[in-house]
C-alpha cells in the first residue's frame, strides 16, 4: 500500500497547505487521476475533504475521500460521542484500502498532532503504527516548534513510525524571516536526526493552485514516492 499520512506537530499548522501542495504537484507534474487523497476523519463543516474537492478534480467518491466525519469541530472521540457512536476506524480502513486498489499512490491527511486522540484508546501515532503508514511531519516556524518537533519525533521513533521526513511550514510572513531563530535546520536535523524536506513559504492565498504546485516543486519530494 503506497500511502503517505501527512501528520504535524499540532493542530491549526499547516497539514492542508502541504496536502493541497502535494495534490497541486501531482495535478501539474504527475498524473492527478493515478493520485488517492483521503482525510482521515473530519470534524467540524466546512471541511479539508470539501477543500480538496473545490480546487481538485479528484474524481473520488465522497466515502472514500473522507469516510467518517462529525459536525463538532473537537476531538474525534468527543466528537463521536455527542453523536453517540464511537469513532468507526473500520470503515476508514475499508475505504484506505479500496482507494489504494484504485489509484498508484494515497495522500491521507490526519488530525492534529502524532499524539491526538483518535479513538478512547488510540493516538494518532498509535493509528499509524497498526497500519503502517509511512508519515511527513508538518512543523510550523514559530517559538517553541524545536521542543515540538523533537518530541513529536521521538513518539514516532516510540511506534516505530517510517518517517520521511519534516516539512517547515511559514504561518506568517514573519515567520520567513525568523525561520533561522524558530526553526534552524541545523539545529533540528542533529536533534532528530531525519530529513528536512524544505519550507512552504507564507502563502497569501493557500487556494492558489498554481502557486501551491510551484512551492510543492521546491521540496525535495523524493523522499516522499
Known amino acids: 500500500m503506497k500511502t503517505l499520512l501527512i501528520t ?43 477543500l480538496y474537492q473545490e480546487l481538485f478534480p479528484l474524481n473520488q467518491p465522497a466515502e472514500l475521500l473522507n469516510p467518517v466525519s462529525y459536525p463538532t469541530p473537537i476531538a474525534p472521540p468527543l466528537a463521536a460521542e455527542k453523536q453517540r457512536q464511537p ?5 476508514i480502513w475499508q475505504a484506505l484500502t479500496s482507494l489504494s486498489k484504485q ?14 486522540p483518535v479513538t478512547w484508546e488510540m493516538t494518532v501515532a498509535d493509528l499509524a503504527s497498526a497500519w503502517r503508514l509511512p508519515i511527513v511531519l508538518v512543523v510550523p516556524v514559530k517559538l517553541g516548534a524545536i521542543g515540538q518537533t523533537v518530541a513529536n519525533i521521538a ?32 539545529l ?4 532528530c536526526q531525519v530529513p528536512i524536506l524544505g519550507t ?12 501551491l504546485a510551484h512551492v510543492a516543486s521546491n521540496l525535495e519530494l523524493e523522499h516522499l514516492w
Not at 493541497?20 to 507534474?29: G, T
Not at 489509484?103 to 491526538?116: D, H, I, P, T
Not at 511506534?159 to 514573519?174: M, S
Request: hydrophobic share 35%.
Open 155 to 186: 513518539l514516532a521513533r516510540q511506534h516505530k513510525l517510517q518517517i520521511k521526513g519534516l516539512i517547515f511550514n511559514c504561518l506568517t510572513a514573519e515567520a520567513e524571516s525568523q525561520q533561522p531563530n524558530w526553526t534552524p535546520s541545523e
Open 87 to 91: 469513532v468507526d476506524l473500520t470503515t
Open 103 to 116: 489509484r498508484e499512490f494515497v495522500l491521507m491527511e490526519a488530525l492534529g498532532g502524532l499524539g491526538s
Open 8 to 50: 504535524g506537530t499540532d493542530t491549526e499548522i499547516g497539514k492542508t497547505v502541504v496536502t493541497l501542495s502535494l495534490i497541486a504537484y501531482w495535478q501539474k507534474y504527475r498524473l492527478l487521476e493515478q493520485l488517492g487523497v483521503m482525510k482521515l476523519i473530519q470534524t467540524g463543516s466546512p471541511g479539508d475533504s470539501g
Open 188 to 191: 533540528i536535523t542533529n536533534l
Open 200 to 211: 512552504i513559504p507564507h502563502l497569501n492565498d493557500s487556494n492558489d493552485v498554481e502557486k
